[in-house]
């Protein structure tokens, strides 16, 4: 599938971009929303819903350490930041990416964001 980068991202997911896996892919369309999809029919599960006009200067961003919950931030260089999605880490382990499952599901860290 194109712009495919992998099945996960520690750093920033550009517009048009997207992680894979399996039969699913979240997107970082070029309106500025992130979205969770299967590939075979393009049904969208889930979307963050930060559309804006069209521009392709959006993007999400990962961001996770120590302190705090990992999170992503969706952004446009005309609109700055839209939206900031929180995942989690467990107990022992740090949550250290944005990842797609081969079940459909979009995690940040340890905590599941959506599913299809």
Known sequence: MGGCVGTAF???????????NGNYL???QTN???????????AACWASGTAVAPGGDTSAT???????????????VS???????V?????LHLGT???VNTRGEFWIGYKKIAAC
Do not use: E
Not at 32 to 41: A, P, Q
Not at 80 to 85: A, E, F, N, R, S
């Open 10 to 20: 520690s750093g920033t997911l550009g517009a048009g971009k997207a992680i894979c």
């Open 26 to 28: 979240v997107r970082m």
């Open 32 to 42: 500025g929303d992130l979205v969770l999809r299967v590939i075979s029919t393009g």
């Open 62 to 76: 990962f961001h996770g350490g120590p302190v705090g919950a990992p999170f992503v931030t969706i952004g446009s």
């Open 79 to 85: 609109q700055g930041q839209l939206k900031q999605i």
């Open 87 to 91: 995942g989690a880490h467990t107990y």
């Open 97 to 99: 990416n944005a990842n």
